[in-house]
């Protein structure tokens, strides 16, 4: 009785966050800490990034799915215009804040920089003027509002106040080892400003003064960001991002929750190597920018959702929870003889077996094994139709639930 209990509880639950999908729940109209998780996308395509070069149609691909899903929108041109709180018209002027540096831009953020460009214009029913479209990294001249942080004075930049909206687009490094910390969203914005930057570079980071929390919760920066995307196609976790790229996890992180964004990019540099300083001062910034007071976000994993999707698109894999973290659960999707095969990952490994189990949306288990594998048959080797299926995933004495959109 116990296990039926907790079953059918799950069943309640995953019922619950296929909704919550539908919906799309953190589309237009919705302001950070609303919804009841925060959802990020990360899409992953390990073609997206050859022989050191994005690939611009795979990378295309990549960020309009990341849109779809975080809106909830299957139409393309729809899923653009619902990142927007009032509804886009033609006089609707964009900015893309990317992270300006010489080497990551010219590794992949060019790439998904275009890919949003290529997207927006895709709203109005194609018609969206590409001239209301700005790329901006830093600099100009300030006629923003002025704060103060530690006694140092900063003025916001131009490019904010003429915009309507902005995405923040950051690349997903670390930075030189006399700040320990990595480059995410919350940092991106510094761009925005003038005045003691020197001052704000070297003590961002600072555990007791949050220096970013009190740049990124200003009201005109919490009121015109729609998107935190994060360029995680390649990365650097030992140094800067004007220097190579040391790794690769081919993928676009994305949500409307800047802390939540940044939380995912920070779990991924720590499995490339995050040397144990700036896992510690990161990790402090990030758990600031979550504070209430400054309604930026969540850094708890069990107040998110994390939709994980890569080609061909048509399946979708929700977790969420300390424990999927913990485990440094992942997943893919890969093509084999005409079908697919859904594939997890645990990063951090188990001491003891592992057992995957599929679910039908009746709560009947349909597949299982110690292999994390499933190519959408039933332990009779017949293919399931197009719908929501359950998983668990036990790994020693761990139990992962999540939820996968398993379509055509």
């Not at 923003?144 to 131009?158: E, M, R």
């Not at 997890?344 to 995957?356: A, C, I, R, T």
């Not at 597949?367 to 020693?396: F, H, R, S």
Request: charged share 15%; glycine share 10%.
């Amino acid at each position: 009785m116990r296990r039926i209990m907790r079953r059918r509880t799950f069943l309640k639950t995953s019922a619950i966050a296929g909704a919550a999908l539908s919906l799309g729940h953190v589309g237009r109209g919705t302001a950070y800490g609303q919804q009841t998780k925060s959802r990020v996308v990360i899409a992953t395509d390990p073609q997206c990034f050859v022989n050191n070069a994005s690939v611009a149609s795979r990378v295309q691909d990549m960020v309009d799915h990341m849109v779809m899903g975080i809106t909830g929108q299957s139409a393309k041109a729809a899923a653009y215009e619902a990142l927007f709180r009032k509804p886009v018209t033609s006089s609707t002027k964009i900015l893309i804040k990317y992270n300006e540096s010489s080497g990551a831009y010219s590794l992949s953020m060019a790439a998904v920089q275009k890919a949003l460009t290529n997207g927006l214009t895709s709203m109005l029913n194609g018609t969206f003027p590409a001239k209301n479209i700005t790329a901006y990294g830093n600099g100009g001249t300030p006629t923003g509002p002025t704060f103060s942080v530690a006694s140092s004075s900063f003025q916001i930049q131009s490019a904010l106040v003429n915009c309507d909206y902005f995405i923040n687009l950051a690349v997903c490094w670390a930075v030189g080892s006399n700040t320990a910390g990595v480059t995410l969203t919350l940092k991106n914005m510094m761009g925005t400003l003038s005045g003691p930057l020197s001052n704000m570079h070297n003590n961002f980071m600072n555990a007791t003064t949050p220096w970013l929390s009190i740049v990124n919760s200003q009201p005109m920066f919490k009121s015109k960001q729609v998107l935190a995307v994060i360029d995680a196609i390649s990365l650097c976790s030992h140094n800067g991002p004007f220097t190579p790229a040391d790794g690769v996890a081919y993928s676009i992180i994305a949500s409307k929750d800047m802390v939540a964004a940044d939380y995912q990019g920070f779990l991924i540099l720590k499995q490339k190597g995050l040397t144990s300083d700036r896992i510690t001062v990161a990790s402090a910034t990030i758990s600031n920018a979550a504070i209430p007071s400054y309604g930026l976000g969540t850094n708890d994993p069990n107040n998110m959702d994390i939709l994980s999707i890569s080609p061909p698109w048509n399946t979708t894999v929700v977790r969420s929870g300390a424990r999927a973290e913990r485990l440094g659960l992942s997943s893919t999707v890969e093509k084999i003889d005409g079908g697919r095969r859904l594939i997890f990952k645990l990063q951090n490994g188990s001491s003891g077996p592992v057992e995957l189990s599929m679910y039908a949306p009746n709560g009947g288990r349909i597949w299982g094994g110690n292999v994390l594998e499933w190519d959408g048959k039933t332990l009779a080797g017949l293919k399931v139709p197009p719908g929501d299926y359950m998983y668990c995933i036990k790994a020693g004495g761990d139990i992962v639930r999540g939820k996968v959109q398993w379509g055509l």
